[in-house]
Each structure stands twice: as C-alpha cells, then as structure tokens.
C-alpha cells in the first residue's frame, strides 16, 4: 500500500508563503503523478495541480495560476507545493494525491491531508 504523508501546513498571513511536502513511502512505483488538491469547507474537492511523472506536463488550477508551484523530486517520488500571495480564501485543507497513470487517470493514493490557514 503506497502511503503519502503531507507536512508544511500551517497559519500565514494574507501575502504569505508556504510550502507543503509530500512525500511516498511503501511499494510505489519508480515514478508517479503527483498533485495536490484541496477541501475548503463548505465546497467540493478542488484540483489544485499536479505534475507528471517526469514532470513535463504541470497543470494548475484555474484559482491558483501565478500563485503556486508544483514541483517534484523525482528519484524520491516527493512532492512539493510552493504557494505565494496566498489569500484566506486559500485556507483549507491539503492533500497530496499519487497515481500510476496519465492525464485522465483517477488518482489512487491520498495522503491524510494538512491544514493551512490564511488569516488577513
């Protein structure tokens, strides 16, 4: 079972920064999507981006565009989510996500997720 534990949530001002990891532990696969979604309460799951295996294709949410980036340590299959002028908006909370396949493909593994908290 692939197992994936987030770490670098926390409270910030609007403006701030910071960076969530993510790393996968257990039988994964050599190389692997990643990506990060979030739970803001009172709203759906929200795809927040992802990257491929190799990391030729980053994709973003339309909320987060020019604000995050995503980005991968390859050999360690880690992910990492640099979030700038962030916005209360942006509070909620995080989770990493893994999958074996392609663009279209569900993503299979779900960390248990780490708040972040955006006050103004």
């Known amino acids: 079972q692939v197992q994936l534990v987030e770490s670098g949530g926390g409270s910030v001002q609007a403006g701030g920064s910071l960076k969530l990891s993510c790393v996968a532990s257990?039988?994964?696969?050599?190389?692997?999507?990643m990506g990060w979604f979030r739970q803001i309460p009172g709203k759906d799951r929200e795809f927040v981006a992802s990257?491929?295996?190799?990391?030729?294709?980053?994709r973003y949410g339309d909320t987060v565009k020019g604000r995050f980036t995503i980005s991968k340590d390859f050999a360690k299959n880690s992910v990492f989510l640099e979030m700038d002028v962030l916005r209360p908006e942006d509070t909620g909370v995080y989770f990493c996500a893994a999958k074996r396949y392609g663009t279209d493909a569900e993503f299979e593994w779900w960390g248990q997720g780490t708040q972040v908290t955006v006050f103004s």
């Open positions: 257990g039988p994964t696969p050599n190389t692997m999507w």
């Open positions: 990257t491929s295996r190799r990391g030729g294709e980053v």
